[in-house]
């Protein structure tokens, strides 16, 4: 096989055909052919799937492809003649692994249709998921089917093969090993993975003078270093949100970008609860608009900056409260407290911390400095909430130094021509690394570079080889969460290309010959408690074809067998978790007085003093989901942009500046400079400019941007401006228009338009996002009551009688409901990324979304309410509300769209002619439109892999039709298929749609309205659940209830 | 021979009100043989005028730009046109609407009119009805082609089938289909039957074998006796009958697929009368505009007098005044409904990002038809020409002010968005008047486009009593 093109033509022109070939067989049975790998005396490659089959599910059986090799010789036995245990040939299955960001893990519970994973979902068992799912890891089976992922081993940017390559490996290694690894670095990814690190160890004992580099964007080092400087070495603090009543988030997102932020978004979410009586306060004091800022109760925006100024104040206010605090630091000056609320929100905060000592928690983004860490550690314990909202973990001292640093030292060794070898594991910092570094100039003062990655990127690109790394979901690993949990991350499929996991190539480079899948065991029996030393003499597990239910874990024949297949059924080992340090005691520190500009109130700063600071918007990370077509068009939760980054100006800022939305602007600080657009965000704070990282790739791909393929570059890379030294904000920013303009494509309409348009959104606004304090609700727990909100017909009342055609009657023993209490939705877009995956929902395209043509069946309105320049969002999830009196259905004239008698508002695509009308009569605007047809790349041979994670419950939309949110009908179908065969009713919970499922608060909850005691029926029996547009008659299943801000008195007026 | 009433010299003022005297509706003291002349003599030309090549040419061209355009949008999709997620309908049915507007002021004269016994009407119903086939084909390219899959439009008919599965017929756009298709068979039948005699008028005169065999089968055997002429009337009668309640029904149906729904600026009982109202105003703007450069360049200036073009302009100012009434009058009802979300629609029109289009419509709608108040106006064709021009373009904005302002902001603000139109939708709307203009010309060249027969029934001549001595 000559060509990647022509291998992916044949691979799915003809699965026959190339099941025959015997090349393709080959490598089928082996993933590394050439590698040898499967030398004889270790577990052969063909043993471990024949094993792994055994083992996996959750529920039940091996996946047709995972009991056996060769997964495309499947299809031409069916039917089995024998059939695997538990097989079912059209039913999916779920089997738990991990997705690893970060150097953390998150347990996923994948489901697998016939042998290809086509859907992501949490795993309900493991402590950083709890069920719900990240954006990121859902969003990364689309990775997995990425027809730009790289095939094939480059030499300098060249096709090569396996071959080569080993000649060119046996003669380096010939040298390292003679010299002990003299001038050789390695530059990785902070891992998870605990073989992972034991591979790492042996590997650096295999070459001794060897140096191993850590290096990721979004690291957690300032919130490491400000444990160790709190509570010394070798800590880590965990917060317990369940416990906090008050809750202060501070420059940062422990709802959103926190390694466990789905557990936080959980506890804060139950406890967002006024019905039951619980209700914590959110306070949010940050320097860009978070999800938790949008979900919080109070915000301030403040500079980056001057987080630590005001904590500062903060604890002189607490401490004039009673409240003992170590620490000689002084209050800063009033003239800082004067400006911009500040006075006012620490005299409140500094009452409502103290009146809850033990109840109270105060969280500290990355992206701050260790030192406002340890501040803020200080107060935590100086308010007695160690050991009940936050808790200390004692986890293995840090040995690296500072990630940023270590960069820095690394592309200085290079420069210095210290470094012969460069070994780079999935890193990308030819893009990544901060501007002063010129990583990518020192990359060419290196005489072997060897790069693995998921894509043959900007660092392959400079690299001698560039060798393909297996994705995560096709290996054997390992991982720990934040809080330590262990868990397995098993394969859900062979590689499609031949590729090696960084395990594999670490074992390779020492010239070891086992196996990823024997080490990763080993690990996990360790890590579950088993004697190593034992395992050795054990046999392998012997009965591969069993079912891998709970009586298969029973049936194995040994222990350490039954152990395993528990721990990789599971997909966590219990009680791994890192002891919590009771003795824990704050150390004493001081810290350095803020900088005088720091304490500069917003209106004083002049062009040249402004701060920008460097952000994740939560869609392409650090630049590594740049590719993915899903994400780049998700709308970001504040902008609502898609397919770019932008400066982000607070309104008086881009006043001040005299720029609008849209113009091009350069951001010029120490002689570098950026050109970017400017879009403005109320509520960002005056003179603190965000910009988003990881977008302006320059080899991405198709989609993320590629100047080998002349592919323009979503967005635009910021990292000429950033340094190590300060890699989340620098001061002293110059901004000058530049005259250009860009076009800026934005889902929603920004609040630049014109008066009319909004005031009547103002006006509008609080009438669909129907919001009160706790108090008011309290007082009046009908508040939501549409008549107050909308003009309203008395003809509501009689509807039954007074419709033109008759009601429709819902008879059937199910009515499908659905309820989504905006208290407690942040707006991750989490759901919307479910969706998505789900229903295949298809990429538009920018061009498209500029015209007003995204398809997401789902999505968050945003609406800004207040002060333009510290506004609170309103924020509300809206996709098809299944109107039982629905307009949409009177007016298609070929019927359709139609009502089931379980009241789903159905859409027969087959019967679709696409007049529109629908869409035209739809008040909510749910109804999405296929103007073009959106999977035509899948008529190029190479994007026809993408069709493998299309569930094939769901059908793939032509041009021309019109789509919609159906309630996910296919998991609704399945469910009662489900309960029928097993002979039992449906249970409320049986059928969740993938944005309930994946719901890190529960926001989104599903069932059966007709069942008064489901979950759903509760819900909309509230006295705050309401429909939208209850004037217009249209009696919506899907209810949203009330938000209700726990609002701080003192504040209030604020 | 040259007759003077197909001079183009007008002869005689028959816009003045001559108490006890009917006026004249041919000038130029024209008996019975100049009439046919006159008409006949158009299609009878061996070669027809250089401008009506140059005319058809254009129209040709504009026409074969309308296919290319239609075959790259089914090859393409829909979205080669400026829809979008909020506005699900854009200019094509803006151009629907407009042109079965349009179609509306045939029928109206060559039926409403006939029963009302208004003569005057007899020299302007031939083209006026051809207008409104015309129109009505135009209107009908724009539906079929504007729903995202072609290729199963004829599933909107209720055709019997192995599924057994009816269109809804509670779907406005469904009973379109019927409205629409109704129109459009009366219409085309009630315009043919009415052209039997001046065929067979053309049959008995033409020169060559072609024409006499082609006017022929056309003519269907038409010989002129009494029993012809009788069953003639009373099918005309009959026709005329039925076709009346069609003028008033085709654009209630048509202004339906808006008032039924929900959405704000559709919303509203007065659509019917006013959409029809509409539709007169812009087809007699239409007739205005055809006639006045017709009569000028085929010598008809006698047959269709000033005196016609007179009345014309009256029924114009009327409906448009009928129109202006409705817009204040929306206005008025979204204040009076006191729903908030009603009233925006009409402030966002009027002030929103659409401003300058209803402003247009408004000029050239409510505003230039005041003008036919003064004689000047209503009896100078260059004049009128200009300003039916005005209400053509008015009544087009006015399609478009209703569809897309409404649909681009509508109930959730989230969901507001702003249409911008393509190069396709300009192209197809030029398109669809190539395809007007290629079948008017086409028509101008091969049938009468006076009434022969009708006109002659309306002359002096043609009373009984014609010079005889009275008592």
Redesign the interface.
Known sequence: MSSIKSKAENYWRSLDELAENSEFQGYLHREFKDVNVDAPGSVSRRRFMQLMGASLALSSASGCILEGPGMWAKEKILPHTRRPAGLVPGQTKSYATLFNLGGFSQGLSVTSYEGRPIKIEGNPLHPASLGACSTYAQASILGLYDPDRSQQILQGGKPSDAKTFDKYLSKLLGKLKANGGQNLRVLAEPSASVTLAKVKADFLSAFPKATWTEFTTFNRDNVDEGAQIAFGAGTRVRYNVAKAEIIVNLDGDFLTEHPEALRHTKEWGDNRNPEAGKMNRLYAVESHFSSSGVSSDHRLPLRHEQLKPFLLALQGALKAHGVTIEGPEATPNSGFLKAHKIAAWVKALAKDLAANQGKSLLTVGYRQPAEVHALAHRLNVALGNLGKTLSVLGIAAKTNSNQYRAIKTLASDMNTGKVDTLLILGANPAYSATGDLKFGEAMNKVKNKIHLGLYANETAALATWHLPETHALATWSDGRSFSGTYSVAQPLLEPLYKSHSQIELLLKLMGREDSAYALVRATALTMAGGNPAALEAEKADTAPSAANTDTAVAAAPNKNDRTWRKLVQDGIVPNTDYPVKTDATLQSFSITPPNSGSLNSHDNLKNGEYEITFIDDGKVYDGRFANNGSLQELPDFTTKLTWDNAALLSPSTAKTLKVNDGQMIKLEIGGQSVTLPVYTLPGQPTGSIAVALGYGREEAGHVGGSAKLSVASPGFDVSAIRRSSSAFQRKGVTITATGADYELAST??HHA??D??YQ??E???HT?IRETSLAEYQKDPGYVDSTKY??HLPVIDKYKQEQL?GALEYKADHQWGMSIDLSKCNGCNACIMACNTENIVPVAGKD?VL????MQWL?L???FAGDEEDPTILSQP?ACVHCENA?CE??????ATLHTEEGLNDMVYN???????C???C???V???????YHEDLKTPENKVKTMQFNPDVTVR?????EKCTYCIQRIKQAKDTARNEKRPLADGDITPACAQTCGSDAIVFGDINDKNSRVSKLRKLARSYG??G??NLRPRTEMLGKIRNVNPDLAKV | MTSAVISNDILDDNTEETPGKRALLTLGAADFADVTEAICSVPEQARINRNWWVAFLASVSVLGMFGACIAYLLW????IW????????GWPIVNFVFWVGIGHAGTLISAVLFLFRQKWRNSIARFAEAMTVFAVICAATFPGI?????W??Y??FPIPNQME????F?????WD?FAVGTYATVSILFWYFGMLPDLATLRDRASTKIRKIMYGIFSMGWTGSSRHWHRYERVYLILAGLATPLVLSVHSVVSF?FA????PGWHTTIFPPYFVAGAIFSGFGMVVTLAVPCREFFGMKNLITVRHLDNMNKIILVTGSMVGYAYAMEFFMAWY??????Q?AF??RA???YWWAYWIMVSCNVISPQLFWFKWCRQTPWFMFVVSIFVNIGMWFERFVITVTS?S?????????YF?PTMFDGLMLLGSFGLFFTLFLLFIRWVPMVAIAEVKAVMPEADPHYKAEHE
Not at chain 1, 851 to 854: A, D, H, L, Q, V
Not at chain 2, 170 to 174: G, I, Q, V
Request: hydrophobic share 35%; net charge positive.
């Open positions: 929603q309409n338009i014109d009319t348009g009547e959104r006006r509008r606004a669909l909308e003009h055609f498209q015209k007003g043509r995204e999505r309105d945003r609406y809206v307009p009177q007016v298609c004239p070929v019927a019967r679709c002619v696409g007049t529109r009308y869409l035209n009569n008040p909510l605007k109804r999405r439109f296929n103007y073009h047809n032509f041009r021309g039709v019109m939208m547009l004037g217009l | 393409e999709g829909v979205g400026g829809n979008n997620n909020p506005v699900g309908w504007h729903i995202g899959r072609v199963a439009a599933w909107l599965m009816w269109p809804n509670r779907s406005p756009l469904l289909v697929d039924t729904s929900q959405l409904s006191a729903n908030e979300i009603e925006f402030i966002n002030f929103g990002p649909l902001r509508d109930f959730l603000p989230s969901s507001w968005a911008e």
